[in-house]
């Protein structure tokens, strides 16, 4: 099973969904803001990403994180900022078995299916 993990106003975690409905795919969405993250989830996603990719620099939440939070960023500095503000993570993150995708290119999710 598909499973799509963002939060719902998220412009990428958007499109992902309309395209995957689009194409008639099952899947579930898991709403981090309110199922949330737990540990063993984000390290099953680390052990198929890297952490650099995972987090969202790009992000509000991670523009309210002091500069000096920021700097030097390690793996497991990077962890648990993820675990205590999901928000942090590159949405979606598209799970089915062992494949992982971050962000949403509609071409990767064709492979997918």
Request: hydrophobic share 35%; charged share 30%; net charge positive.
């Amino acid at each position: 099973m598909l499973t799509i993990y963002g939060i719902p106003n998220c412009d990428s975690c958007r499109k992902a969904r309309k395209w995957l409905d689009g194409k008639s795919v099952n899947y579930r969405f898991h709403d981090l803001r309110v199922e949330g993250l737990d540990g063993e989830m984000l390290d099953r996603w680390l052990r198929n990403s890297d952490w650099q990719t995972l987090l969202n620099t790009r992000s509000t939440t991670w523009r309210g994180i002091p500069e000096s939070e920021r700097k030097n960023m390690t793996s497991g500095r990077a962890r648990l900022l993820m675990l205590e503000q999901p928000t942090l993570i590159k949405r979606p993150v598209a799970e089915s078995g062992t494949v992982l995708l971050v962000g949403f290119k509609a071409d990767e999710y064709q492979m997918l299916l």
